[in-house]
């Protein structure tokens, strides 16, 4: 299939950018593509108008500080899976990269482009909503923060305005004492996930501190759930976690079965996240 008509704009600058989402409520932005172009191809999606901004300057870096990393909007997922400085600060968004889609979808496909997206069976989206993310959006009206929390509204749909442009996400570093897992189960690997797993565990001496667990592909949203008190009890674990969740049908799998991975990547996540934790301990 074809998409429909629209119009194309590729702007040099920023204000540019910005001034032409506001004269059009049904133009959308285009970074790398690989979410909304098949959209467009199967008339899922119909904007108006497209906003290239790709050649918009200072979208395409990785920033990596001691307390976090913050990643552009034109950054590749290629780019930011390849930095060894991003494993070293946050290892779960690394850990997570790893599980997206294909080289050649990595290669074009941006971090912050999958986060607006906000398909609840990609990785990101429920890395951000772990981690306590955020994502910058500017406007002709001035800049915002949003926060993971508030990002996530529905099914492939963000809070983030049709006139707005996202700048760059930020993923809080892996704190003292803490360690992550990261799991999924896909019928190939590239797919999107049936389910998936992460957790972030933080000691106190010999003790579980906090123990928070994300799961993508289960809900409509990515969810966080907080385990700390049935962490050492896969059963317990996994009661708690689907008490929380709400396990869907859909042509690739059925309610019962999501929630049979949940019991078992819960439990095998925890124990990884734990060990990760101990391990940079020592």
Excluded at 265 to 276: I, K, M, N, P, Y
Aim: proline share 6%.
């Amino acid at each position: 299939m074809k998409p429909a008509p629209f119009s194309f704009v590729r702007p040099q600058g920023l204000p540019h950018a910005l001034e032409a989402l506001a004269a059009d409520p049904g133009a959308k932005v285009l970074a790398g593509g690989q979410s909304l172009v098949p959209l467009l191809n199967m008339r899922l999606a119909a904007p108006t108008t497209l906003v290239d901004i790709n050649g918009l300057p200072d979208l395409d870096e990785i920033e990596v500080a001691d307390d976090g990393v913050r990643v552009g909007a034109l950054v590749r997922h290629a780019e930011v899976l390849a930095s060894p400085d991003v494993r070293r600060v946050q290892p779960l968004v690394s850990l997570a990269l790893a599980h997206v889609a294909h080289a050649t979808i990595r290669n074009r496909g941006t971090v912050v482009g999958s986060l607006v997206h906000a398909d609840a069976a990609a990785e990101l989206p429920m890395v951000l909503s772990l981690l306590g993310g955020s994502v910058t959006v500017t406007s002709t009206s001035g800049q915002r923060l949003v926060r993971a929390a508030d990002l996530f509204a529905g099914p492939l749909e963000s809070t983030v305005r049709h006139d707005e442009i996202a700048l760059h996400a930020f993923f809080p570093a892996l704190a003292e004492a803490e360690g992550v897992g990261f799991e999924e189960i896909a019928r190939r690997h590239g797919d999107y996930a049936l389910c998936g797993v992460g957790a972030v565990v933080r000691l106190e001496g010999d003790a579980v501190a906090s123990a928070r667990v994300g799961y993508l592909s289960v809900c409509d949203v990515p969810t966080v759930v907080d385990l700390t008190e049935a962490w050492d009890s896969p059963d317990d674990a996994a009661d708690l976690a689907l008490a929380r969740l709400d396990p869907a049908d859909d042509i690739h799998g059925t309610a019962a079965y999501r929630a049979r991975l949940v019991r078992v990547l819960t439990a095998r996540v925890l124990r990884a996240a734990h060990d990760d934790a101990r391990s940079r301990r020592a």
